[in-house]
């Protein structure tokens, strides 16, 4: 994307103007390195990542932190045939015959971050002190503030420098 971009800037100068956002797939070659190369060559513009079947939380978190994406998504809200697979391609399945809804094994990570964040929440800065434990705040539209935390393992966490207020505790396992 980053190529194009710069591509397609050399034969319409005017395209500064006339994008207003960058949205990318996240199939190949995006590491951190490489999404923060992205996010810097695209004039301030915001980016969306628009698709990446078998995403990951890990994924949604490193585009959040060194993309500063303003949306994202896995592939499809849901497969509209029953027995469909579990394979990070959709968040819920849909049983056709009795009409229940179920969520796939990757979703509930997800969740932590879409129903937590609203629309127009402003990510803040963090220092995170463990690889084991990384989060990454926003500050919603109302105020409120939000720290999903990715975790690689049990143990203590300490948040600090919170506005004072209420907080709730939520979280999620692969199990």
């Not at 923060?36 to 995403?55: C, R």
């Not at 993309?67 to 994202?72: C, F, K, R, S």
């Not at 002190?129 to 409120?144: E, I, L, T, W």
Request: net charge neutral; with cysteine; glycine share 8%.
């Amino acid at each position: 994307v980053a190529t194009w971009y710069a591509d397609a800037k050399t034969q319409n100068a005017s395209i500064s103007t006339d994008v207003d956002y960058v949205a990318y797939n996240r199939y190949v070659g995006f590491d951190p390195s490489n999404i923060t190369t992205l996010k810097n060559s695209v004039d301030g513009k915001p980016l969306l990542m628009t698709e990446k079947g078998g995403a990951t939380h890990v994924d949604l978190y490193d585009d959040l932190v060194y993309g500063n994406v303003i949306g994202w998504q896995q592939f499809t809200l849901c497969y509209p045939w029953s027995g469909a697979t579990d394979d990070g391609y959709a968040y819920f399945e849909v049983n056709t015959s009795t009409w229940a809804v179920t969520p796939y094994s990757r979703t509930k990570l997800f969740r932590q971050y879409s129903k937590f964040i609203r629309n127009g929440a402003v990510r803040k800065g963090v220092t995170n002190s463990s690889s084991s434990y990384q989060g990454v705040p926003f500050q919603n539209p109302n105020g409120s503030v939000v720290v999903p935390i990715k975790c690689t393992t049990s143990g203590t966490i300490n948040v600090k420098s919170l506005p004072d207020g209420t907080y709730g505790i939520k979280y999620s396992t692969d199990a």
